[in-house]
Antibody
Framework: EVQLVESGGGLVQPGGSLRLSCAAS????????MSWVRQAPGRGLEWVSV????????YYRESVKGRFTISRDNSKSTLYLQMKSLRAEDTAVYYC??????????????WGQGTLVTVSS | DIQMTQSPSSLSASVGDRVTITCQAS??????LNWYQQKPGKAPKLLIY???NLETGVPSRFSGSGSETEFTFTITSLQPEDIGTYYC?????????FGQGTKVEIK
């Protein structure tokens, strides 16, 4: 069974940093692109970033470029999201999600349970 | 960015009813359109990919159709466990974008 378990969320002050992790199991991790998607409280879904299976291709939404860094350790089947210079508008539940296919551009399934990041003083 | 507009934003229907949600893209996205279900307090779940393909394990009462800019998601016979919010999502162009969601309730 494919499982994704996020961790690392918490309360952080504006301007602070946080690193999220997503531990994967049940599939050959290096064969699939992985994404981060966030959801602000009471709001809709917002795609954040995606990384190819080999880590050669990465993409970000404009509002997080230069502040967030996606990475992966295929030997540990783990995806990361390093977040710095955090802002109040980054407050959200962050989900990691597996690409349905080997290519970066595909549907996302399944998703992890999410980890809450709260940016507040 | 490609804008995805869903309608309606919410609906209330009876068990057994046919439910239809539409999603309009601001530009041609071919068939690069997915549908997700999010139950309260849970992570989203993929139901339909590439506009009309049913994800493995998803009940056949769910279906999708459309191409280019107009897409439709249908539940042929609404069940109590189908309550939640449904989102369309395009991946034709970065950034991938979602519709604002359609909240489905039981009447």
């Amino acid at each position: 069974e494919v499982q994704l378990v996020e961790s690392g969320g918490g309360l952080v002050q504006p301007g602070g940093s946080l690193r999220l992790s997503c531990a994967a199991s049940g599939f050959t991790f290096s064969n699939f692109a992985m994404s981060w998607v966030r959801q602000a409280p009471g709001r809709g879904l917002e795609w954040v970033s995606v990384m190819s299976g080999s880590a050669t291709n990465t993409y970000y939404r404009e509002s997080v470029k230069g502040r967030f860094t996606i990475s992966r350790d295929n030997s540990k089947s783990t995806l990361y999201l390093q977040m710095k210079s955090l802002r109040a508008e980054d407050t959200a539940v962050y989900y990691c999600a597996k690409s349905l296919d080997i290519v970066v551009a595909s549907a996302m399934s399944p998703w992890g349970q999410g980890t809450l990041v709260t940016v507040s003083s | 960015d490609i804008q995805m507009t869903q309608s309606p934003s919410s609906l209330s229907a009876s068990v057994g009813d046919r439910v239809t949600i539409t999603c309009q893209a601001s530009q041609d996205i071919s068939n690069y359109l997915n549908w997700y279900q999010q139950k309260p307090g849970k992570a989203p779940k993929l139901l339909i990919y590439d506009a009309s393909n049913l994800e493995t394990g998803v009940p056949s009462r769910f279906s999708g159709s459309g191409s280019e800019t107009e897409f439709t998601f249908t539940i042929t016979s609404l069940q109590p466990e189908d309550i939640g919010t449904y989102y369309c999502q395009q991946y034709n162009d970065l950034p991938w974008t979602f519709g604002q969601g359609t909240k489905v309730e039981i009447k």
